[in-house]
T-cell receptor, first 113, second 114 residues
Framework: GENVEQHPSTLSVQEGDSAVIKCTYS??????FPWYKQELGKRPQLIID?????GEKKDQRIAVTLNKTAKHFSLHITETQPEDSAVYFC????????????FGTGTRLTIIP | NAGVTQTPKFQVLKTGQSMTLQCAQD?????MSWYRQDPGMGLRLIHY???????DQGEVPNGYNVSRSTTEDFPLRLLSAAPSQTSVYFC?????????????FGPGTRLTVT
């Protein structure tokens, strides 16, 4: 089955700096790569996603890049703010309805004011 | 829309007891899934369903049963609770239309087995 590795497990950045979280996947058939943000005690919430026919996607301060050849994808957050502090999960799916997401182990991002 | 709802929010069980975690969605989504979240391990898929009457196993199905008699409901049954099943359980639903594939998560059920 699919295996997703995520690095780093913890990341601290100064407010205003950029943060990058990286994931690799094992199954070349995976075609959908979402990123979720989870605040303490809350449910995961989708922040951005990318499909395998696209190399990069941006939404305001967040962007995701995908390298299908190397089987890795990354989350980039620019101009970080205190409210960006949370745990971020990457995931991969080969299923049409995305009912079978395989998640990475998460990155705890702390923004230092 | 209420979205995805889960009950109960918290539950404490003794080893060997059984119970059902409830999950419902009012968005007419075809796909529903159950995940468990343990510290340092992300979310792991327990069971999933691609429509009423159709279920399949995920990565960690042992000790759990599911059924999908209606589009709206997808209960998760713990047959004989074990301390290893202490976790936070999330139900999720999703659809696939016009290229949109977002998976919506419920608020979670925190289960402790003593």
């Amino acid at each position: 089955g699919e295996n997703v590795e995520q690095h780093p497990s913890t990341l601290s950045v100064q407010e205003g700096d950029s943060a990058v979280i990286k994931c690799t996947y094992s199954d070349s058939a995976s075609n959908y790569f979402p990123w979720y943000k989870q605040e303490l005690g809350k449910r995961p919430q989708l922040i951005i996603d990318i499909r395998s026919n696209v190399g990069e996607k941006k939404d305001q301060r967040i962007a995701v890049t995908l390298n299908k050849t190397a089987k890795h994808f990354s989350l980039h957050i620019t101009e970080t703010q205190p409210e960006d502090s949370a745990v971020y999960f990457c995931a991969a799916s080969i299923s049409f309805g995305n009912e079978k997401l395989t998640f990475g182990t998460g990155t705890r991002l702390t923004i230092i004011p | 829309n209420a979205g995805v709802t889960q009950t109960p929010k918290f539950q404490v069980l003794k080893t060997g007891q059984s119970m059902t975690l409830q999950c419902a969605q009012d968005m007419n989504h075809e796909y529903m899934s159950w995940y468990r979240q343990d510290p340092g391990m992300g979310l792991r898929l327990i069971h999933y369903s691609v429509g009423a009457g159709i279920t399949d196993q995920g990565e960690v199905p042992n000790g759990y049963n599911v059924s999908r008699s209606t589009t709206e409901d997808f209960p998760l049954r713990l047959l004989s609770a074990a301390p290893s099943q202490t976790s936070v359980y999330f139900c999720a639903s999703s659809y696939s239309e016009r290229g949109a594939y977002e998976q919506y998560f419920g608020p979670g059920t925190r289960l402790t087995v003593t």
